[in-house]
């Protein structure tokens, strides 16, 4: 005897009277090309292609349920999810291989099965259709029947033969172990002797591992309680051992009058569109809510849903709200790497002197010049690696359109291209891949080499070795220097539209996904090896869990298949008989970008019709519903439990979230009601009530049906049933392709690479476990006020969207070189400072450290603005009369450029500074003495950049196939070439910081005359944009671009504070009349920084504090008027100089 964690599973029965046909297995792997045993070729006139083998949408082969019982048993979540080994690999766990199953007729036993899931047999045509996962030897089938039943009482069988593991995808199918038609044989079983459901009969399931060394509990990897802990298992006190697991489930009839599922018959289904599921969600609440304003419902809803993202800060919440509602629909892509060098502190023992050598550490410019050489590396090879998986993918893509052209449809076979220049065409790109691969490599590198990871690692070793030798000398300041990784910015693909099902028909399974902390029981059971001994496993777990009551036929929602028809934008699009390019203004002509929104907005759409009608199939899902009802909860605990608390009994949050009925009724009846709070209440009463009548699901393959493919799973590269020449030739583009094989061409359709346009809902079917079908309606299809079409109730609006993943690099440069800021401690992207002062109409000018060099006034002199050196300047140096002696070049320029403009350009931009400054406030408590009383804006570089992830995606059109094979380049429509609006700064935004900039030439000059704001035309193909920002040093500048998720750029208070508080800041005043020898002015008190006098007497310069006695009433015995400067100065400035 063994003890074993007894875990509770779920089982399916469903009883037909007759045979029916039900939504079949989405592949038939008889319909493989292949040698037979026989010798004779099979199938030989089909492609060997996914597409030869794989049902369409809502055309599914039919596959054959036989009349009788059929059982279904679900498998523990934790033994379906996805998990990581020591290396870093994904894989799935192994699952129970073996199960009786026991039939019983008023608690007598009636039959007994065992199932062995992970047979594989070439004759027993009951079993599962199962390709090889190893391709076949020569005279073998592709595929063989996997599982098998046999009677308890010949058990088991000796021989057979045996899968080395059985998982939950089965042969890579995510929901192989969830459809019954995909596993009939392996986790169900089939009973032919009722053909109406039974009275007073029960069937369980007992499961098990047959290969005890795959049973995680058996030779577990982590203690027990951690295992338990991560699969959410939990058992009752047992503080032995646990040998195996056993999974158990019963099933007992208990048939109602009506079989029939009342799910399926009383209820209409709603049907609603979003970009996300909570966008669906809320426009599924939005009418549905007696508020009288259905779209302020959907806005509510939609800010309480991100409310965790935007309480941390109260600034900006309606144009954080937008941002964060458009981020929410794009899905994150890893980026690659940068490298970075930090420091690394040994607080233990430190002393005050070791702190203050820290501090006074430079890294030396070579180490700048190394560092911005790794980085260089990484971005080419992570590049490179982009562009050979685009290489790869685009090789299948051809490889998929050979085959068709070797294996013709006889309808069409004068169609296609002659298969012998086709694979000239495929022999080339293999000869492209395989020496551009070579020149990539991989990283890490072996050997001595010079592709680009041999550059990498060449470089870093290089940089390593800097850091030994600067590291040397910090030891003694118990510090040191280390290179680190971080994740360069995200690729981002946009969201695929978001399909929400409403009612009873749309409740979620709770076969899958619903086992949260499972309750689980120990028993000790006999070793599974006989016939006998199963019976004693079987005793031993027998009622150790409720029995499920049989009363309907059941329905267990699991896929949805959809057909959806898109309209592009029509002004400028590329499907023109006469024009296959899109126009480069095709985006900025048909969209505006308003202040203070994130997304792009249609100013007339006009809409296209073509050959763009998509299907798909994708698994459902649900958790749109209950996550927004927590927040919603969330929300309301704090804005009305304080109120509640102050005369009840406090309630703290938690209990408030498990029972919030008392203290929301409350609130109702009080007379202090708000009808915001009085609406969140009614939604989330309305989410609990209908939390079991809710499924969505993304329509998965959308945006690749968009760029003419298909995304369904793939056969890999092979020609089985050819000559050995082909055969040869087919190995050769398997290997150059590698594994970049997920979507099909799909030459018959558009090719829109720019999401942009509307559209709508032609089919929608919900598919159970069973294979059973329900056709939902999808007109009318209901949507956010934000995404609706006029004059189309049914369409759903789709603002402009690149297809790929992309990204807009949006960063600030450091000061003295041109890399990305930020890599280095010390370097700094603050080439400068100007400070605006509506007192005498200048514009002061200082360095990087705070230093003042001199202002520029509204004053003419000559042609040019007035440049007034600093007060107490020699004249000479970067503080003489020639702002052409200001060290930074790109401050240098600006101030020169200025200057030449005239006192009218100075004064128009101190005007824009005034009118941008009262509105920029951003929340940081960052101390900086200059702040207090001036707003000095930090002059800095960024750099903008529009990117799509490897290549661009190609056109797949079989007449623009013929034409890629006789030139260079691919056809992409000149997506590359089209302009996107990017918006510099957010006018209205307090967090913004961009008062102003100026774009850059490539010499680093100002190109143009300063810019308030602006809104820039960026393409793919065009180099990035380089600016001079003025930069409140609090905020960050934004890039908004509607196609993309917002960038900022920022400086971090390190890059800013000391300038600031070491700043001087000098103002003009004259005439002052007062005492020869002691000067008082009524100023006010500044923390922290003390006031000054200057003004030159013959050829010297006087400075002196102000004298606060002075302004004691009394008349001046020397009365003298006076000109000069009045200084606010650090507090720790001498005084009479």
């Given at each position: 005897?063994?003890?074993?964690?007894?875990?509770?599973?779920?089982?399916?029965?469903?009883?037909?009277?007759?045979?029916?046909?039900?939504?079949?297995?989405?592949?038939?792997?008889?319909?493989?090309?292949?040698?037979?045993?026989?010798?004779?070729?099979?199938?030989?006139?089909?492609?060997?292609?996914?597409?030869?083998?794989?049902?369409?949408?809502?055309?599914?082969?039919?596959?054959?349920?036989?009349?009788?019982?059929?059982?279904?048993?679900?498998?523990?979540?934790?033994?379906?999810?996805?998990?990581?080994?020591?290396?870093?690999?994904?894989?799935?766990?192994?699952?129970?291989?073996?199960?009786?199953?026991?039939?019983?007729?008023?608690?007598?036993?009636?039959?007994?099965?065992?199932?062995?899931?992970?047979?594989?047999?070439?004759?027993?045509?009951?079993?599962?259709?199962?390709?090889?996962?190893?391709?076949?030897?020569?005279?073998?089938?592709?595929?063989?029947?996997?599982?098998?039943?046999?009677?308890?009482?010949?058990?088991?069988?000796?021989?057979?033969?045996?899968?080395?593991?059985?998982?939950?995808?089965?042969?890579?199918?995510?929901?192989?172990?969830?459809?019954?038609?995909?596993?009939?044989?392996?986790?169900?079983?089939?009973?032919?002797?009722?053909?109406?459901?039974?009275?007073?009969?029960?069937?369980?399931?007992?499961?098990?591992?047959?290969?005890?060394?795959?049973?995680?509990?058996?030779?577990?990897?982590?203690?027990?309680?951690?295992?338990?802990?991560?699969?959410?298992?939990?058992?009752?006190?047992?503080?032995?051992?646990?040998?195996?697991?056993?999974?158990?489930?019963?099933?007992?009839?208990?048939?109602?009058?009506?079989?029939?599922?009342?799910?399926?018959?009383?209820?209409?289904?709603?049907?609603?569109?979003?970009?996300?599921?909570?966008?669906?969600?809320?426009?599924?609440?939005?009418?549905?809510?007696?508020?009288?304003?259905?779209?302020?419902?959907?806005?509510?809803?939609?800010?309480?849903?991100?409310?965790?993202?935007?309480?941390?800060?109260?600034?900006?919440?309606?144009?954080?709200?937008?941002?964060?509602?458009?981020?929410?629909?794009?899905?994150?892509?890893?980026?690659?790497?940068?490298?970075?060098?930090?420091?690394?502190?040994?607080?233990?023992?430190?002393?005050?002197?070791?702190?203050?050598?820290?501090?006074?550490?430079?890294?030396?410019?070579?180490?700048?010049?190394?560092?911005?050489?790794?980085?260089?590396?990484?971005?080419?090879?992570?590049?490179?690696?982009?562009?050979?998986?685009?290489?790869?993918?685009?090789?299948?893509?051809?490889?998929?359109?050979?085959?068709?052209?070797?294996?013709?449809?006889?309808?069409?076979?004068?169609?296609?291209?002659?298969?012998?220049?086709?694979?000239?065409?495929?022999?080339?790109?293999?000869?492209?891949?395989?020496?551009?691969?070579?020149?990539?490599?991989?990283?890490?590198?072996?050997?001595?080499?010079?592709?680009?990871?041999?550059?990498?690692?060449?470089?870093?070793?290089?940089?390593?070795?800097?850091?030994?030798?600067?590291?040397?000398?910090?030891?003694?300041?118990?510090?040191?220097?280390?290179?680190?990784?971080?994740?360069?910015?995200?690729?981002?693909?946009?969201?695929?539209?978001?399909?929400?099902?409403?009612?009873?028909?749309?409740?979620?399974?709770?076969?899958?996904?619903?086992?949260?902390?499972?309750?689980?029981?120990?028993?000790?059971?006999?070793?599974?090896?006989?016939?006998?001994?199963?019976?004693?496993?079987?005793?031993?777990?027998?009622?150790?869990?409720?029995?499920?009551?049989?009363?309907?036929?059941?329905?267990?929602?699991?896929?949805?298949?959809?057909?959806?028809?898109?309209?592009?934008?029509?002004?400028?699009?590329?499907?023109?008989?006469?024009?296959?390019?899109?126009?480069?203004?095709?985006?900025?002509?048909?969209?505006?970008?308003?202040?203070?929104?994130?997304?792009?907005?249609?100013?007339?759409?006009?809409?296209?019709?073509?050959?763009?009608?998509?299907?798909?199939?994708?698994?459902?899902?649900?958790?749109?519903?209950?996550?927004?009802?927590?927040?919603?909860?969330?929300?309301?605990?704090?804005?009305?439990?304080?109120?509640?608390?102050?005369?009840?009994?406090?309630?703290?949050?938690?209990?408030?979230?498990?029972?919030?009925?008392?203290?929301?009724?409350?609130?109702?009846?009080?007379?202090?009601?708000?009808?915001?709070?009085?609406?969140?209440?009614?939604?989330?009463?309305?989410?609990?009530?209908?939390?079991?009548?809710?499924?969505?699901?993304?329509?998965?393959?959308?945006?690749?049906?968009?760029?003419?493919?298909?995304?369904?799973?793939?056969?890999?590269?092979?020609?089985?049933?050819?000559?050995?020449?082909?055969?040869?030739?087919?190995?050769?583009?398997?290997?150059?392709?590698?594994?970049?094989?997920?979507?099909?061409?799909?030459?018959?359709?558009?090719?829109?690479?720019?999401?942009?346009?509307?559209?709508?809902?032609?089919?929608?079917?919900?598919?159970?476990?069973?294979?059973?079908?329900?056709?939902?309606?999808?007109?009318?299809?209901?949507?956010?006020?934000?995404?609706?079409?006029?004059?189309?109730?049914?369409?759903?609006?789709?603002?402009?969207?690149?297809?790929?993943?992309?990204?807009?690099?949006?960063?600030?440069?450091?000061?003295?070189?041109?890399?990305?800021?930020?890599?280095?401690?010390?370097?700094?992207?603050?080439?400068?400072?100007?400070?605006?002062?509506?007192?005498?109409?200048?514009?002061?000018?200082?360095?990087?450290?705070?230093?003042?060099?001199?202002?520029?006034?509204?004053?003419?002199?000559?042609?040019?603005?007035?440049?007034?050196?600093?007060?107490?300047?020699?004249?000479?140096?970067?503080?003489?009369?020639?702002?052409?002696?200001?060290?930074?070049?790109?401050?240098?320029?600006?101030?020169?450029?200025?200057?030449?403009?005239?006192?009218?350009?100075?004064?128009?931009?101190?005007?824009?500074?005034?009118?941008?400054?009262?509105?920029?406030?951003?929340?940081?408590?960052?101390?900086?003495?200059?702040?207090?009383?001036?707003?000095?804006?930090?002059?800095?570089?960024?750099?903008?950049?529009?990117?799509?992830?490897?290549?661009?995606?190609?056109?797949?059109?079989?007449?623009?196939?013929?034409?890629?094979?006789?030139?260079?380049?691919?056809?992409?429509?000149?997506?590359?070439?089209?302009?996107?609006?990017?918006?510099?700064?957010?006018?209205?935004?307090?967090?913004?910081?961009?008062?102003?900039?100026?774009?850059?030439?490539?010499?680093?000059?100002?190109?143009?005359?300063?810019?308030?704001?602006?809104?820039?035309?960026?393409?793919?193909?065009?180099?990035?944009?380089?600016?001079?920002?003025?930069?409140?040093?609090?905020?960050?500048?934004?890039?908004?671009?509607?196609?993309?998720?917002?960038?900022?750029?920022?400086?971090?208070a390190a890059q800013y504070a000391a300038a600031l508080g070491a700043m001087e800041l000098d103002v003009f005043t004259a005439p002052v009349l007062g005492d020869a020898g002691r000067l008082g002015l009524p100023v006010p008190d500044v923390p922290g920084r003390r006031w000054a006098w200057r003004e030159k007497r013959g050829a010297a310069w006087i400075t002196a504090d102000l004298d606060a006695s002075a302004l004691d009433a009394h008349f001046p015995a020397d009365?003298?008027?006076?000109?000069?400067?009045?200084?606010?100065?650090?507090?720790?400035?001498?005084?009479?100089?």
């Open positions: 005897m063994a003890t074993a964690l007894v875990v509770p599973i779920y089982l399916d029965a469903l009883c037909l009277p007759e045979d029916r046909d039900v939504t079949g297995p989405e592949a038939d792997f008889t319909l493989l090309p292949h040698v037979g045993p026989d010798g004779r070729d099979h199938n030989a006139g089909l492609p060997y292609l996914s597409g030869a083998i794989l049902s369409a949408p809502f055309d599914d082969r039919p596959f054959r349920l036989k009349a009788g019982v059929h059982l279904h048993w679900s498998l523990p979540d934790a033994l379906t999810r996805l998990t990581q080994d020591e290396n870093g690999r994904t894989r799935v766990m192994a699952v129970p291989n073996r199960w009786l199953v026991t039939r019983t007729r008023s608690g007598a036993i009636d039959a007994q099965w065992v199932v062995e899931s992970d047979h594989v047999s070439d004759d027993n045509l009951s079993g599962t259709v199962h390709p090889r996962t190893d391709p076949p030897a020569p005279g073998m089938r592709p595929y063989r029947y996997l599982g098998r039943r046999i009677r308890l009482d010949q058990w088991p069988v000796g021989g057979g033969e045996y899968l080395p593991e059985l998982t939950a995808v089965g042969h890579g199918d995510p929901v192989f172990a969830a459809f019954y038609p995909n596993c009939h044989s392996v986790f169900g079983c089939h009973d032919p002797d009722f053909t109406t459901p039974p009275q007073d009969v029960s069937y369980d399931v007992v499961g098990w591992y047959g290969t005890l060394a795959q049973d995680p509990l058996a030779y577990p990897s982590a203690p027990l309680d951690e295992i338990l802990d991560r699969f959410g298992w939990s058992v009752p006190s047992h503080s032995g051992p646990i040998a195996r697991t056993v999974c158990y489930a019963k099933l007992t009839f208990a048939p109602a009058g009506r079989t029939a599922n009342p799910l399926l018959v009383d209820a209409a289904t709603g049907v609603y569109v979003g970009h996300s599921p909570t966008e669906a969600l809320a426009a599924s609440l939005g009418p549905t809510l007696d508020a009288g304003d259905p779209d302020g419902i959907e806005n509510l809803l939609e800010a309480v849903a991100f409310a965790g993202d935007l309480e941390s800060r109260a600034c900006d919440l309606e144009v954080r709200l937008s941002e964060a509602r458009h981020t929410a629909t794009f899905d994150p892509i890893p980026g690659g790497l940068r490298w970075t060098v930090r420091r690394r502190d040994d607080n233990d023992g430190v002393t005050a002197e070791q702190k203050q050598a820290r501090e006074a550490i430079t890294l030396p410019e070579s180490v700048a010049d190394l560092l911005d050489e790794v980085n260089r590396a990484q971005r080419d090879y992570d590049d490179a690696r982009d562009v050979l998986v685009s290489l790869r993918d685009r090789l299948f893509a051809d490889w998929h359109k050979y085959l068709i052209c070797v294996y013709p449809d006889d309808a069409t076979r004068d169609g296609y291209p002659d298969p012998d220049e086709v694979a000239f065409f495929l022999d080339r790109q293999v000869t492209w891949i395989q020496a551009y691969d070579a020149a990539t490599g991989a990283f890490p590198p072996t050997g001595q080499g010079t592709s680009r990871a041999h550059v990498l690692g060449g470089a870093i070793k290089n940089l390593v070795t800097a850091l030994d030798a600067v590291n040397t000398a910090a030891a003694a300041a118990k510090t040191e220097f280390a290179l680190e990784r971080v994740p360069a910015p995200p690729w981002w693909r946009p969201r695929e539209p978001v399909v929400l099902f409403t009612g009873p028909a749309a409740t979620p399974t709770d076969r899958h996904g619903a086992d949260g902390t499972l309750s689980c029981a120990v028993a000790d059971v006999p070793e599974p090896a006989s016939a006998a001994a199963l019976t004693g496993v079987r005793a031993a777990v027998d009622g150790r869990f409720p029995a499920q009551a049989w009363r309907t036929d059941p329905w267990h929602p699991v896929l949805l298949q959809w057909e959806a028809e898109y309209f592009p934008v029509a002004v400028g699009d590329n499907l023109a008989a006469d024009q296959r390019d899109y126009a480069p203004y095709f985006v900025v002509n048909g969209y505006d970008l308003p202040p203070g929104e994130a997304d792009l907005v249609s100013s007339a759409m006009l809409l296209d019709k073509g050959a763009n009608v998509y299907a798909g199939t994708t698994v459902l899902s649900s958790g749109a519903r209950p996550v927004l009802s927590e927040r919603i909860l969330t929300y309301l605990a704090g804005a009305i439990l304080p109120a509640y608390n102050a005369g009840h009994p406090p309630v703290t949050p938690d209990d408030f979230a498990r029972a919030p009925e008392a203290v929301l009724a409350w609130y109702e009846s009080g007379d202090d009601r708000q009808a915001r709070l009085l609406s969140l209440i009614a939604a989330y009463r309305h989410l609990v009530a209908r939390e079991d009548g809710n499924l969505s699901q993304s329509l998965g393959g959308f945006n690749d049906a968009l760029v003419m493919r298909r995304l369904v799973r793939q056969l890999p590269i092979a020609d089985p049933v050819n000559f050995p020449a082909y055969q040869a030739f087919a190995r050769r583009v398997a290997d150059a392709a590698g594994d970049e094989t997920r979507s099909a061409p799909q030459p018959l359709t558009d090719f829109n690479p720019i999401r942009a346009g509307a559209m709508r809902l032609l089919r929608l079917r919900l598919v159970d476990n069973f294979g059973l079908t329900h056709d939902v309606a999808t007109d009318p299809t209901g949507t956010t006020e934000r995404l609706r079409v006029p004059g189309h109730p049914a369409w759903v609006a789709l603002p402009p969207r690149l297809a790929q993943p992309a990204r807009m690099r949006f960063h600030l440069l450091n000061a003295t070189r041109d890399d990305e800021a930020g890599d280095l401690p010390g370097m700094s992207p603050v080439c400068g400072w100007l400070v605006p002062s509506d007192l005498d109409d200048t514009l002061a000018v200082h360095a990087a450290d705070g230093t003042a060099l001199g202002a520029l006034g509204a004053v003419a002199d000559g042609s040019r603005a007035r440049w007034t050196p600093v007060p107490g300047s020699t004249g000479t140096g970067s503080t003489g009369t020639d702002p052409g002696a200001i060290a930074d070049p790109t401050l240098r320029a600006i101030v020169t450029r200025l200057r030449e403009a005239g006192p009218d350009a100075v004064g128009d931009v101190l005007a824009s500074l005034s009118d941008a400054l009262a509105s920029i406030d951003p929340e940081n408590d960052t101390p900086a003495g200059a702040l207090l009383t001036t707003r000095p804006l930090a002059v800095v570089r960024a750099e903008l950049d529009l990117q799509i992830k490897g290549l661009p995606a190609v056109h797949q059109d079989w007449n623009v196939f013929r034409e890629d094979m006789r030139r260079y380049g691919r056809e992409t429509n000149a997506v590359t070439d089209v302009l996107f609006p990017v918006r510099i700064g957010q006018p209205g935004r307090w967090g913004d910081g961009v008062a102003g900039l100026w774009l850059l030439d490539e010499e680093g000059r100002p190109s143009g005359d300063f810019l308030a704001q602006a809104t820039l035309h960026q393409s793919i193909d065009l180099p990035p944009v380089r600016m001079a920002l003025l930069l409140d040093p609090r905020g960050r500048a934004h890039a908004v671009s509607g196609v993309l998720p917002v960038a900022s750029a920022g400086l971090d009365l003298t008027a006076r000109e000069g400067w009045l200084t606010l100065r650090p507090d720790s400035s001498g005084t009479t100089t």
